[in-house]
């Protein structure tokens, strides 16, 4: 069974703004989250469903809800404000 994608507005608004080598390294890592939505480099993020996955120096946060893939941040992966973030959902 495919999973969708659900590909939230903010996380839409960070992949447009990055230059396109990094667009499609992000962009080809969440296409392959939906092959393998728990794949071995993911973590589950205490606290909440949340998992992360890391890709260059980004980092994607999502859920996987029954068939749907959620996206809901994508930014820096030294960048505290993506927890933060997580915490305010």
Partial sequence: MALKLDFSGRAADFTDSLPP???RQVIRKVFALLEEPLPH??????????????????RIIYALEKDVLQVVIIGKRN????YRDVKRL
């Fill in 21 to 23: 080598k990094q667009f």
């Fill in 41 to 58: 480099d993911s973590q589950a993020l205490s606290g909440s469903h949340y998992r992360r996955a890391d890709v260059g120096e980004y």
């Fill in 79 to 82: 960048d505290g404000e993506v």
